[in-house]
Each structure stands twice: as C-alpha cells, then as structure tokens.
DNA sequence: CCCCTTATTGTCAGTTCGACATTAAGGGGG
DNA sequence: CCCCCTTAATGTCGAACTGACAATAAGGGG
C-alpha cells in the first residue's frame, strides 16, 4: 500500500461466488444456478453477488448469499476463502473482482429450492468440469481451483469430516475420501490409518446406527487441525507424467 | 453473481500487497518497507499499491509492485495469490480490498535497495510476528498466513526449491526446511527421503561445488508438483501450540 | 601424508503399508 | 430359534519406510 494523494486509484465492483461442494448419494455434487439474466443467460453459475454497500464485509455477504441462494446456514458449515479472481474482461459488463469462497456442506436429500434464480441444482462435479456444461464468467476455472484444493486438503486436513453430518461411521468417511478423490480404498485399511491419527476422529458415545448389517460405531470430528501422520493419496497407477 | 438493473453495486479500491519470503544467511525473513506517509506513517509494511487504473489485472499489478518496491524481477520467481483481505476499517482512509500475492526468492544478500519507499529491508519471519515490530493495516495477519501457507506447502510440494538458486546441493535445501519450520533435521535422513520423492529433484550434472570439506553434488528443481510421498513437519514434542 | 570438514552410504530395530483372511454382530426368513 | 445374508471390526504377513546413529568418501590446508 503506498503513497499519492492527488492521483486518485481506480474504484472496481467486488463480488462473491461461491462454491458449495457436498456428497450426494456417493457422488461429489456441485451447487450451480441457471442464470435468469445476461450476461450468459440461460449457462449454468455459481450462486454469488455483488457486496450489498460499501461497508459489508465480504465473508458476511458470502455468508447472506448462502442463505439467500442456497438456503443454507452458514453456521456449522465448513467455509473458506477460495481467492480472488480479477482478470480484466472475466465479465463483460466491466471490472468486476470476484472473491470466492469454498464452502462444504453435509449431503442434503432435498434439491435445495433456490429463492432467488430460476433454478437452483446439484450437479456431479466430474459432469461440471467436463466441459459439458456451460458455465458463466471463467466459473469453470473458480470450480476447478475449489475441487483441487477439496482434494489436497482431504490429504492433510479433517476437512472430510465437513461432508459428513455431526456424527458418522468410518465407512461415511471412507465414502467421502473415494468420492472426492475418484479412487477405490481398502476398507480395513482405510479404518486403521484413520483411527490412528490423533485428533482427527473421536468415539461419539457407544452409539450405533441401523442399517443391514452390523451396526457401526459413530464418531465426531475430533480436535486436530491437521492430520498427521497425512492420509495420501493412491499413486495414479499409470506413469504418464512424473520423472524422477 | 446475480440481477438487477436499477440497483448499483458499490465500487472499492483494490490494491495489491507482497509477501514476500527467503533465506538470508540460513533465516526466515520477510521483506517489510517503512512508510513514508500517513496512515501508518513510521510503521513496517508489506510491499504492494493500488491498481494503476481499472483495466491492470491484479496479477500484473503484483509484478509491478514487485520491480517498483523490491526491484525484483518476477520471472522464473514463484508467485501464487495468497488471499483477498478486505475487512472494512481495515485501512482508515475507506474501504479497500487488498489481494495479497506470496512470492518466494533464493536469498539475495544486498538489502534490496528500495527505489520507492523510505527504506526496505529483510526482517526475521520470526521477529515480525513477535509483536515487537509495528505493522501497518492488517499486515500482521497477512504475514502470518502466508508464513502458515508456506511451512504446509513444504510438506506436500515442491516450494522448498523455490527458496534456492537454479541448482543446489541437498544441503541446502534442508536448510530451507530447517529454517523455515524452524526445526533441526537429520541430515542422513533428510537426504535419503528426499531422493526417494519422484520428480522432486534430479540431478543437475555431475556437477559440484567449492566449500571447505566434500564437494556436494548439485541439484536442480524436478518436474514434480506434489510430494508423493510427502515430507511430513516433525511432530512438536510438547503441545503446548498449535492454534488456526 | 595427516587432519579437519562436510557429503554420502550403511545398518538396524521398530513401525507402517498394502493386500487379503477371519471373526463379530445385527436382521430377516423359514 | 437357527441358518443365512450383510456389513463392521480385527488380525496376519511380507515389503517398505522411519528415526537414530555408525562408517566411509572426498576435498583442502598445513
């Protein structure tokens, strides 16, 4: 931040986007909207706005276009700051900087009746990134920066606990690191490393849940900000890149 | 992003700062300017200045910043956004949005002769975020997260070489560990789990290099863009931190 | 040639990993 | 009530990895 009194630095539009991730029956979902208006009228967008005035704060107004697009709850939610996307000519009506935010929620049954845009639906992640799919503005590119930084941060994060509802069994948890992640895990395996790193989940009482089956225990997200040792992910099998 | 034609949105300033981070003589430090002009006047700030006019992208706008205030060159120097602060109140003069850019430089042993600034100069990561030194704005904040952002990515990427010139020993590169997590590794080790990453470093020539005792072989940066597996942080012995 | 310094290679026991088998605990149907 | 089906949880085993530490290698200086 420097100095200049009488040149006068150029005032730019602020918004938000934001990229609501969750797990609907086993699949990775993302949260897009169809767009009523132009630009891009009609392509699919993530549910966002510009800044109320001048005095809100931006991850209030991410937080009042949850509720206001999505019809969801900021608190309890997992939110972060994506980043900010500013490239000139990102919106055709003029500057316009973007500040995204990623935001991950436990799997809802219901579509999620949007209040405001002409339709409001869950699409599988791999289907939004496909290209299939029309996305306004450079959402695509803001879709794709959120779900790779979902993928790193299952590896050395609890973040996978924010998928899932306050208490869980192992085998949610393992449903969300296969979904996420696009790979098969052992089982067995997969419920030794869990429980072996400190922090990361913790018994919720001797509760068990009804399903066919055995039953299985429950557990919460546990105190650890960071899992060690890290859950890594499988090698991709082939060697098309990577040298050493 | 949504509607409505009669109502405008409000328009901010955006400016751009610079955490900037290397090694000077095996320590953290961090590149802090002394303000020449009110608000802040006297206090250390992080590099960085309005957009220059409404057409500048940000990402442009931080190299400019990084040649006017640091008189680096931001070619072949790793640059990566590190977040939007934009709290209102954060700067007194109005609502501004600041995007803050994390850029990594091999050790320059000149003090960085400022061109703009009153003076600039390398301070330890370690005394900025002691509370000792005043800091401008959100500043303190800033710092902190990328220094948080900086000592995660050492683990599962790459970053370490960022902090070394073309080619380097092995040496070096645990310094930058070392220093930058503020631990003391095995050097035995330390080699043999860094060799073991594919696509971390390869071997730059039989190439070596002149110091008292045996000549270390030089490396340079490898194609890789994550650690498989990766350098996990010793576990702190004590808990008596740790805290997001 | 001996000594000092730093680099690189080994050693070794304890731990973890991935692949796979086995046992445990319900619920349903006859 | 017993057999069977399903999913959960624990166990096994050889290969690979880890941390601690010893030993060897390769220059430079005196």
New binding site residues.
């Given amino acids: 931040m420097t100095d200049d009194d009488t040149w006068t630095p150029p005032e730019i539009l602020v918004a938000v986007d934001l990229v609501i991730l969750t797990l609907r029956a086993s699949v990775f979902h993302v949260l897009l909207i169809e767009r009523g208006i132009e630009p891009f009228k009609g392509a699919q967008a993530l549910p966002g706005g510009f800044l109320n005035n001048a005095e809100e704060d931006i991850y209030a107004a991410a937080l009042r276009e949850l509720r206001e697009e999505a019809d969801l709850d900021g608190t309890d939610l997992h939110i972060e700051q994506l980043g900010a996307y500013g490239t000139p000519g990102r919106d055709p009506r003029g500057r316009v900087l973007s500040v995204a935010y990623l935001t991950i929620a436990p799997g809802l049954p219901e579509p999620v009746a949007g209040t405001d845009a002409s339709g409001a639906a869950w699409v599988p992640v791999e289907q939004a990134l496909s290209g299939s799919v029309q996305l306004a503005f450079d959402h695509w590119k803001i879709v794709g920066d959120a779900v790779e930084r979902a993928r790193t941060k299952l590896e050395h994060t609890p973040l996978a606990t924010a998928f899932c509802t306050k208490t869980f ?3 949610d948890l393992q449903e969300v690191y296969e979904a996420v992640w696009g790979v098969d895990l ?4 997969f ?3 869990v ?2 790193v400190p922090g990361f989940i913790e018994s919720a009482g001797a509760d ?1 849940r ?8 429950l557990f919460r997200a546990g105190p650890a900000t960071a899992l060690h ?1 890290p859950l ?1 992910r ?1 090698e991709p099998s082939n060697d098309s890149e990577e040298g050493r």
């Fill in positions: 069994t192992i085998a052992d089982p067995r395996n419920y030794r490393k429980q072996r068990r009804m399903t066919t089956g055995r039953p299985a225990r040792p890594t499988p």
